[in-house]
């Protein structure tokens, strides 16, 4: 890719149609092609999902028209290329900490508490500040922390994806106890309007992170962001000797994110991760079929609508965690985050390690061999 430009214009119009493999193609063909397929028709509920959310928002010429005006903000700041002036130091809050609630995940044998405190995320657009923080269970953030009864350890970061926040379901499908028996304290976040910080009448888990506008998804995930930063300050300040992070699809996104502001990440390991929203909306059925009609009736084009989401993507900023600590993971089968996506991420720290599983998005086949190997890199880059 030319980098005398901005990635949103180097990017190939029809980056979203391209096809690409991986060398496990050829050597398990039956396990990419199969666990392809079955993507294909989960990303379709989804997709439908997404749109339902979307669509309301984007019926109206005047909301275009407004979210045209907004988009411009970010653009501009993308094109600074400057984290400092986006991703601002959070300021001082209290963390709580909690016995976890009757009704919420308690991992068996470990000890757990729940930390809360108040998100001290300010939005970066000032026309966008009531409305955004006018969601008043949003404004409280809310984490989960297994520590060792001894002391603190060094800690690994979960980050879940998008709508599947429950800490259970992760614990579960990323071997996160398997991790706290190898010596590792354990955090795990819960996003922007998901589980207990989503609206009361919100219908699932996700939905005010996706229902509201690109310029409020925008503004959601600086607020991520700012959330994992308040979340390492805190993890650092009980004495973790060592912070890192991975997470799922949105929480790999937003692990390669935090890699571009906090250099004292000891590891970054982006598993299936999201690069382009935009291209991948395009990719996807029905929310390409809606993003085409918003594309039409708006007069706005693809580089422009890019642009106006770059202002959070790891891509749009130098990398300050370096590349030795960097391993992005991929499923050859993958047809949420095609390889395309992931090899764009990897391209973006040169030297990064990549591994590929031969999977789909939620099959992740051989993962005992990613989970060893994330060990190992974790072992790596955390040893005294």
Not at 44 to 70: D, F, Y
Not at 112 to 122: H, I, M, Q, R, T
Not at 129 to 153: D, I, K, V
Not at 195 to 208: A, K
Request: glycine share 8%.
């Amino acid at each position: 890719m030319n980098t005398a430009i901005p990635w949103w214009e180097a990017l190939p119009a029809d980056f979203h149609r391209q096809v690409d493999g991986t060398e496990l193609d050829r050597q398990h063909p039956l396990m990419v092609h199969g666990t392809a397929a079955a993507d294909i028709a989960l990303r379709s509920g989804l997709s439908a999902v997404i749109a339902a959310s979307a669509a309301p928002r984007m019926a109206s010429r005047r909301r275009l028209e407004q979210e045209r005006e907004e988009l411009a903000f970010y653009t501009q700041r993308a094109r600074q290329g400057d984290p400092a002036v986006v991703f601002r130091a959070p300021a001082d809050v209290k963390v709580r900490q909690h016995r976890p609630r009757r009704l919420h995940y308690r991992p068996r044998g470990v000890p757990a508490v729940d930390l809360s405190f108040e998100s001290p995320f300010e939005p970066l657009n000032p026309a966008l500040r009531a409305r955004y923080l006018s969601h008043q269970r949003n404004r409280t953030a809310w984490a989960q922390h297994w520590r060792h009864p001894e002391g603190p350890r060094k800690t690994l970061i979960f980050v879940h994806g998008i709508i599947e926040g429950w800490y259970g379901l992760n614990s579960s499908w990323f071997a996160l106890k398997w991790f706290y028996r190898q010596g590792y304290d354990v955090a795990q976040i819960t996003l922007p309007f998901h589980g207990y910080r989503q609206g009361r009448l919100d219908p699932f888990s996700g939905y005010g992170f996706l229902g509201n506008g690109l310029s409020h998804i925008n503004e959601a995930m600086l607020q991520s962001i700012c959330d994992l930063q308040v979340l390492c300050r805190y993890l650092r300040a009980e004495g973790a000797p060592a912070v890192g992070i991975s997470g799922l699809s949105l929480g790999g996104y937003l692990s390669a994110l935090l890699a571009v502001v906090d250099p004292k990440l000891a590891f970054c390991i982006p598993n299936s991760p999201l690069v382009s929203p935009i291209d991948m909306m395009r990719d996807w059925q029905p929310s390409g079929l809606l993003l085409k009609t918003v594309m039409w009736r708006s007069g706005i084009d693809i580089d422009e609508l890019r642009s106006g989401l770059a202002v959070h993507s790891p891509l749009s900023y130098r990398p300050r965690v370096p590349a030795k600590r960097v391993m992005v993971i991929g499923g050859a089968g993958d047809r949420f985050t095609p390889p395309r996506f992931v090899r764009l991420l990897h391209a973006h720290w040169p030297g990064s390690h990549l591994h590929w599983f031969p999977g789909n998005h939620v099959i992740h086949l051989q993962q005992r061999k990613y989970l060893k190997l994330m060990r190992w890199f974790m072992h790596r880059h955390t040893a005294v």
